[in-house]
T-cell receptor, first 115, second 111 residues
């Protein structure tokens, strides 16, 4: 596709439910990133993949958060037993090269609301 | 944790005026980038300046970087209503560390 695609666009979950957020990066992009953005704040880093390898997951807030990119393309961010504090916009980004500090191309995000 | 800190938090100007936003950061960097975010959308990359560069231009955008003061500024000249958005600086550290974003400046351009 032309850009980074994320689905769903909006997700409402009851507290305790598991959710899965999907990201389709730009075709051929090596690196993929997940960021979390609270209302009125800047994006906060969650995790980073280089192809299928998860090189950095230092930003994942708890072991309820899990991300994968099994074939080095599409990525899924899973949140188990969602809590109200998980409510945020989850942004996916990809970059052409393998370094983590290059120009990023962002998707429109998934807005997660946990009730 | 966020390294970059933008100033001001919010800025309101008339169409045609120039808008200046500043970013300060704490640790050494490899590059600094500016992004724009329209309401409800993802971030769009505007410009990247490397640590050995002092100034960069792209259309109506001018970015400066002062590594001795650990600060950068983004100037938008002849602003338009369509420039209304939040602007974020992001620092790229040395080594393979991911970008760290600031809290952003909310710019409103009034027609």
């Amino acid at each position: 596709g032309a850009g980074v695609s994320q689905s769903p666009r909006y997700k409402v979950a009851k507290r305790g439910q598991d959710v899965a957020l999907r990201c389709d990066p730009i075709s051929g992009h090596v690196s993929l990133f997940w960021y979390q953005q609270a209302l009125g704040q800047g994006p906060e880093f969650l995790t980073y993949f280089q192809n299928e390898a998860q090189l950095d997951k230092s930003g994942l807030p708890s072991d309820r958060f899990f991300a994968e990119r099994p074939e080095g393309s599409v990525s899924t961010l899973k949140i188990q037993r969602t809590q109200q504090e998980d409510s945020a916009v989850y942004l996916c980004a990809s970059s052409l090269g393998s370094l983590a500090n290059e120009k990023l191309f962002f998707g429109s995000g998934t807005q997660l609301s946990v009730l | 944790s966020q390294q970059g800190e933008e100033d001001p938090q919010a800025l309101s100007i008339q169409e045609g005026e120039n808008a200046t936003m500043n970013c300060s950061y704490k640790t050494s960097i490899n590059n600094l980038q500016w992004y724009r975010q329209n309401s409800g959308r993802g971030l769009v990359h505007l410009i990247l300046i490397r640590s050995n560069e002092r100034e960069k231009h792209s259309g109506r955008l001018r970015v400066t970087l002062d590594t001795s003061k650990k600060s950068s500024s983004l100037l938008i000249t002849a602003s338009r209503a369509a420039d209304t958005a939040s602007y974020f600086c992001a620092t790229g550290g040395s080594g393979n560390t991911p970008l760290v974003f600031g809290k952003g400046t909310r710019l409103s351009v009034i027609a």
